[in-house]
Each structure stands twice: as C-alpha cells, then as structure tokens.
C-alpha cells in the first residue's frame, strides 16, 4: 500500500481497531485487533510497549521466528472463532476437530508456532493431533511419518527396553543359545576338548591372516580365538554386522560349548580378562584400523553384557554377573560383580 | 540436505511433553527406539500413570503381576528427574513389597499427586508416604491407612479422596484439620462413621457409606455437597442427640451452589429437635436433588420445604420418592395450607423433576405448592411408579387441577 492508499481511509476499517503484525521474514499484516489480542505474547506485547505498538505499519508487532505466514493464518482463523463469546463448547470442539485435520508437517508448526504466541489452548489441541498420530503405530511406521532418522545401533534399541518390553528379539536370542548350548554341550561330550583346540587353531589362523595377512601370531591365536569366536558368535545371532569376518560356522559352535556349561563362566570371564590384556598389545603390534577396533570392542562389550543378562534369565541362580566397561583405549576392566535383584531381569 | 527434514524432535520440549504425556506409558517409551534424540526424551516426563494394560495381557493371573511389576520398577529406574504425579490403578496388585519401595522412591522424588487403587487386599501404606510433604492430592483405594504420631498432616494437600480404607476416625479427622489448604474431600464405602469436619477452604465434599454422624463443624466455603448416606442397622443412635441435623450439617454452609442427597440423607437431616427456622439463607444454592425422600413422613417433608424456602435463587429441583423405608410408617398428614406455606415465593425455580410418585396426599400437597409459589417454572416433570393405570389417571387428574402461578407451566408425565 503507498502513502496515497494510506489516505484512504475505508469506512469499515473506522469502525475496527487493527494491530500490525510483522513476521520473521520481513512481511506485515494486518490483522483486526480483537483476534489477535486473544494470543496471550500478542496482547503482552500491546500492553508492554503501550497503546502505539502495532498501530501502524512503521511500529508493528515482530513475531517471534516459528511463526511463518503460513502459520499465523491458521492461527489467526483459529483465534478468529474462539474470541467470540458466545459459542458453545460443542460447537468449539466440533470447529477444533475440523480444524486439526491437517498434514503432519503443518501440525508440527502449528503446534511450535501456537506455543511461540503462548496460545495454550491450540498448543494442547495439535499435541493431541500429534499424539493421536503416534499411538499404536510401530516405530518405523513413526519414523517414516516424522522423518526421523534410524540412527540407533541394534544394540541401543534393545536396551533400555530389555527390561521393560516383550522384545520377541530378546526371546528369540535367547532361544538359539538355549539351542546352541544345548547342541555344543552334547558334542563336547562326544568329541573331547582336544578336538576342539585343534579345529579353532586352524580356522583363527585362517581369520587372522585375512586380517592382516601376518601369521606369526600363532602363540597368541589361542587366546584371541576365544575373542574372534565371541564376535562371531555375537555376529552370527545379532544382525550379520560384520561381514568381514564371515567365517567357520564351526568356530561358533565351538565358542558356544566353551561358553556353554554353567560352570565354565568363571573361567570364560579369566580369559577374557587376560585375553583383552593380551590382545591389547597384539592390536597394536598388528595396526589394526583403529575404527574396526572400535567395532569389535563395543561388540565384545554387548556380548559380555547381553551375556550376562541372558544368564540371569536363563539359569535362574543367584550368579554374579561380571560388569565389563570399555575404556578408551580397548582395555577391559572387571567391576566388583553385584547381585542383580530378583524382580528386575530382563522382561 | 536434500531429503527430508526431521519434523518432530526439535520442538521444544514442553511441546514434545505435551505429547509423550498423552500417549499411554507403553507407547511413550516405545519412542526411546526412534532415534537418538528421541532415546530419553520420555525418561523426563512427570506424570506417570500405569494399569494393566501396561503389560500384555494373560489368563495367567500371576504372570500379569510380576510382568506389571517388573516393568513399573523398570519405568522408575530408567526415569530422570523429579516425579510429580503417580497414579496406579489395577486391581492385579494388592500388597506387595514393590509398591513399598516405590513409593519410597517417590517420596525422594518430589511426588504431588498420588493415586493408588489397588485390588481388594488391605495395603498397609507404608510411612515413607507421610514423609511426601509437597503432596497436592492422594486418592487411595483399598488400603490401610495408620498415620504416625508425628504426622500433622499434608500442609498442600488440596484433594483427598479415601475409598474403602481402614483406618481410625480421629485419624481422619486430624488427617483433614491437618490439612489446611483442602479443597476437595471424597469419603466412601466407610462403616459406622462418626465424623465432625473442620476444612476452612473445602468446597467440594463427597461423602458415600454408612456414616452414623457427620457433623460439618467448620467448612464455611463449601460450594458443592453430595451424600449417599446409608442407615446403620441401629436406628436409635441417630435419635439420640438433640441437636437438629439439618442444622448441624447444612447450618455453616453459606455459599452452597449444589445440594444432592441419596438413600438416607433426608432422613438423617431430619432426625433431631426442629428449632423452628434455618440460621441461614441459602443464596446461592441453584441445585437441589434430594432422593429417597419418604414423603410419609412429616419430618422428611419438612426438611425438603425448608430447604426450598430458604433458597430464594433455587433453579432447579429434583425429587425422587420411592421411599426405602427401615419400618414402614402411617402417611403424616402434612396440611401446607395450616403452616403458611403459599406465603413462600421461590422466585427462581424454573425446573422441577419429582419421580417414582405413588400419588400420596403429602406428594401432591407438595407439587401443588411448588405450582402456587414459581413465578417463573417452565418444566414439572412427573414419573409414577404406579402399575395401575386408574391410580396413575387418578393422580394425573388431581394434578392437573392445581392452580399454577406461572403462565409458561408445563406439566409432563413420563412413564417410569
């Protein structure tokens, strides 16, 4: 409008007072002042800088920056029903549920624009969208609707709701080590141990030439199988993560009848701790790539844990679970084991 | 970047706890999978309510339990920060030792609201609970209630609501004058109770059982009172004090906006030595809703009129007369004419509903007053419990002969 519109003063406008209003990208409007006055930052704002704010073009009210014009249509629609008096509650509810239909992406602005103007009422009605739209759907089916990204490890799924979910993964796992046990246990009984040291050295020979094509580690390979055999292991139940190391499904066999019996535990958990110390130096000697170490430590470290969860479950005994905690450089640490508490294991 | 903006996960967090506290506990943890943002976003919430529903469901009774429980010390376990409000309804749980502790864990945690409603069992409160001194409102359900003697009370407790709780009257009453800020009082399934009420701010009393007195000795902003009052076997401990129960309970209550009163309660507000006249008017009362009235008894009819007649804005009145009576009684005449009654005006009264009428002289002689005293009633509403259809025409006859001082006066009859 130029200075000559301006002029021009409409016999309906004579009758209203305005407020201007004035969003983050630059543009005004203006907007009649009853309605706007219903949003509570609006009306603070009025009532702060005295009767001269919004009046005119020149001094209008800046909006705070979640509300694009788009918005503050919606809201001011919104606004533009409920001012007035004399409507009843059904039919405010009924203009609200029309009103909310909408896509996501508009409730998800709506609701941070209303909450910028501190208009409560329409902050509680798109949350209630919002929740209504989430409820009873799956997680993907949420994610793909909000556009969030799937950026949490299997692992990091699990845990925090091991304990409180029926994750049928949990069941699951602990399903096929029941098995694994099981079957390992009865051909450690057929076969021997001897049997079995022979196969493992043969195969991790094989696993780390593939690593990094030296084998004159062969000294320490028996200890390192054990933790090569772990990764596999927890590789081969989890989501075939690594695909690196896909070898001898022998080897998991193996690893799972020594980790088999009950009474192995103590003495799985001695070589663990002197494994990592060992394998310690023997990363280093090798050069490993330092993200690939990262990898295997955090995998030993979820297998250790579920590990111990599993076996709370499983066995039922009072067993003391043995916390392992991964410090920076790989190292392992064993934490004074503590009674786990009878009523909360995994669920 | 190209692809599409996260929509959700960067609202402010009010917003997003608008959200999370909409959807059931299960569902608001189930978000801690979405992504990383979204991992402990539920963990910070402050209002936590759990049902069985919180665990899938099982015919196996016990199964249900442990999973229940297991996953509400979980939910504790995991949550940050401080908890304001508690509710747990199943009737799975009864006394266990977890429900101990988790109280003891909200009593550390700032809880306000509280609300346990267990399964039948008698859960003895533990007396961690005495020590949640910030508590706004507690509403328990089946437990044993034993307060410590170092108790004082719930200096911000502005709403009690005790169902089917054991425990001693005078722990009650201090349990209420300990309170002082209590707005809104709720007492039910209770035996034999004699209780004397000091709450200088209650408005709302809710009161259901078999209570053998109540006396509202100081409760001066009660705005809304609803009575279920059932008679205890022994009649005559009601007859025994002199002092007028219409006064004694509704004597102190000058800003009263709803009356409602069930089973017995007209009979209790009749028991006593009638001075003659009410100390107060009532001039805000609006709502009257009186049931059970037995209108064979004059004493009954006389605490209804003399609730009407000193409400001048009263706007609506419901009666029921299907009398349950503890011994049957010789219809009291009760002549309207002799007691001056037409010189009443109840100048608001608009609606009036009166069911289960069996056409007796005092019911009639009581709608007729109200036709000859509203200037301004629009609706009677009259349903009979009468099966014989001449009795009823009888009675519709009758009706219909009273003259009416509202010219918009509509008399309807409804089947019962």
């Known amino acids: 409008m130029s200075e000559a519109d301006m002029s021009i003063i409409k016999p309906e406008m004579m009758m209203k007072s305005y407020i201007w209003l004035e969003t983050a990208d630059g543009s005004i409007q203006q907007v009649e002042q009853e309605v706007a006055m219903y949003c509570p930052m609006i009306c603070h704002e009025v009532l702060q800088k005295g009767l001269g704010a919004g009046s005119s073009k020149n001094c209008a009210i800046s909006l705070p920056q979640r509300v694009n014009p788009a918005m503050l249509s919606l809201i001011l629609d919104y606004c533009r029903f409920h001012q007035v008096p004399g409507r009843s509650n059904k039919e405010r509810k009924v203009h609200d549920e029309k009103f909310i239909r909408m896509d996501t992406k508009r409730l998800c602005e709506l609701a941070s624009a ?131 190391k896909q070898q001898g499904v022998q080897i998991v066999d193996e690893t799972a009848s020594s980790l088999g019996g009950v009474s192995n535990l103590p003495s799985m958990e001695d070589d663990i701790f002197s494994l990592q110390t060992d394998s310690e130096d023997g990363y280093v000697d090798d050069g490993m790539d330092p993200v690939l170490k990262e990898m295997l430590d955090r995998e030993v470290e979820d297998f250790a844990r579920r590990l111990n969860s599993s076996w709370v479950l499983s066995s039922g005994q009072e067993r003391q679970p043995v916390h392992f905690s991964i410090n920076g450089n790989g190292a392992t640490r064993r934490l004074t084991g503590t009674h786990t508490p009878q009523g909360f294991s995994q669920g | 970047m190209g692809e599409s903006p996260d929509l959700v996960s960067d609202l402010p967090q009010s917003i997003l706890e608008n959200i999370l506290t909409r959807l059931s506990i299960r569902d608001a943890i189930r978000t801690s999978v979405l992504s990383t943002k979204w991992r402990y976003k539920w963990s910070t919430l402050t209002d936590l309510m759990f049902d069985e529903k919180c665990v899938p469901a099982a015919t196996d009774r016990p199964l249900v339990e442990t999973n229940l429980v297991r996953f509400i010390t979980g939910v504790l376990l995991l949550h940050q920060g401080p908890i304001h409000k508690f509710q747990l309804s199943t009737s799975f749980l009864q006394c266990r030792p977890d429900i101990d502790q988790w109280l003891l864990f909200l009593s550390r945690n700032g809880i306000k609201e509280l609300v346990l409603e267990l399964g039948e069992g008698e859960f003895r409160v533990p007396s961690c609970l005495f020590k949640c001194l910030k508590l706004t409102r507690l509403e328990l359900c089946h437990c044993e209630f034993d307060p410590p003697k170092s108790f004082t009370g719930f200096s911000y407790l502005k709403s009690l609501n005790l169902h089917q709780i054991l425990v001693s009257p005078e722990a009650i009453e201090s349990l209420i004058s300990g309170c002082p800020l209590l707005e809104f009082l709720s007492l039910s399934y209770f035996d034999s109770l004699v209780l004397s009420i000091s709450a200088p701010n209650l408005m709302y009393l809710y009161l259901d059982g078999e209570f053998k007195d109540i006396f509202l000795e100081n409760t001066p902003k009660l705005v809304a009172i609803s009575v279920s009052m059932y008679m205890h076997e022994d009649v005559s401990d009601f007859e025994q004090s002199s002092d007028y129960n219409l006064v004694k309970f509704l004597g102190g209550v000058p800003l009263l906006e709803k009356l409602v009163g069930y089973i017995y309660f007209t009979k209790y507000l009749s028991i006593g030595d009638d001075p003659g006249r009410l100390p107060i008017t009532y001039i805000h009362l609006k709502t009257i809703e009186l049931y059970q009235v037995s209108f064979e008894d004059a004493s009954e009819v006389l605490v209804l009129l003399r609730l009407v007649t000193h409400s001048p804005n009263l706007k609506e009145l419901k009666v029921s007369a299907s009398p349950i009576q503890l011994f049957p009684l010789e219809e009291e005449s009760f002549d309207l004419f002799e007691r001056d009654y037409f010189e009443y005006k109840l100048p608001r009264l608009e609606t009036v509903r009166m069911t289960d009428v069996s056409g007796i002289r005092n019911e009639l002689e009581f709608i007729r007053f109200l036709l000859g005293t509203s200037p301004v009633l629009e609706t009677v509403i009259v349903t009979s419990s009468l099966s014989d259809k001449d009795a009823r025409m009888e009675m519709v006859v009758e009706l219909l002969r009273f003259p009416r001082v509202s010219p918009r006066a509509q008399l309807l009859f409804l089947q019962d």
């Open chain 1, 114 to 244: 209303a909450d910028s103007l501190q208009l409560k009422p329409l902050v509680d009605l798109s949350s209630r969208a919002l929740a209504r739209i989430i409820e009873g759907k799956t997680p993907e089916e949420i994610r793909e609707i909000f556009h969030l990204p799937d950026d949490l490890t299997e692992e990091e799924k699990l845990e925090p709701l091991k304990n409180l979910m029926d994750d049928p993964r949990i069941r699951l796992l602990n399903r096929l080590y029941a098995k694994k046990r099981k079957e390992l246990k009865e051909r450690e009984k057929l076969k021997g141990k001897e049997v079995e040291e022979r196969v493992d050295e043969r195969s991790v020979d094989d696993l780390l030439s593939f690593i990094n094509g030296k084998d004159h580690k062969v000294v320490k390979t028996s200890k390192n199988k054990k933790k090569n055999k772990k990764r596999k292991e927890h590789k081969n139940k989890d989501s075939h993560k690594l695909h690196s």
